[in-house]
Nanobody
Framework: EVQLVESGGGLVQPGGSLRLSCAASGFAFNSIGMTWIRQPPGKGFEWVSAISTTGDVTMYADSVKDRFTISRDNAKNTLYLQMNNLKTEDTAMYYC?????????????RGQGTQVTVSS
């Protein structure tokens, strides 16, 4: 059974940082690209970032480029999202998704999410 468990969310002031983690199990993590998506309150899902199996290819939405960094540790079956210089518009539920996607996938395994709130 595929399991994706996100953690690391919380309340942070604008300009602050958070590091999200996604612990994966139930599949060959090192053989599958991974993606982060988010859902702001009252809005639809947004694609955030994606990473290839080895981490040599990464992609970012324009809204987070140069502020967020996606990475993975295949030895630990864990995906990360380092978020710096956070803005109020980054407030959302963040989800990790199985697969290398360049947009929000319509069908894909994802976790339960972790809440990020950016507020002063």
């Amino acid at each position: 059974e595929v399991q994706l468990v996100e953690s690391g969310g919380g309340l942070v002031q604008p300009g602050g940082s958070l590091r999200l983690s996604c612990a994966a199990s139930g599949f060959a993590f090192n053989s599958i690209g991974m993606t982060w998506i988010r859902q702001p309150p009252g809005k639809g899902f947004e694609w955030v970032s994606a990473i290839s199996t080895t981490g040599d290819v990464t992609m970012y939405a324009d809204s987070v480029k140069d502020r967020f960094t996606i990475s993975r540790d295949n030895a630990k079956n864990t995906l990360y999202l380092q978020m710096n210089n956070l803005k109020t518009e980054d407030t959302a539920m963040y989800y990790c998704v199985q697969g290398f996607w360049r947009a929000v996938p319509t069908t894909a395994e994802r976790g339960q999410g972790t809440q990020v709130t950016v507020s002063s």
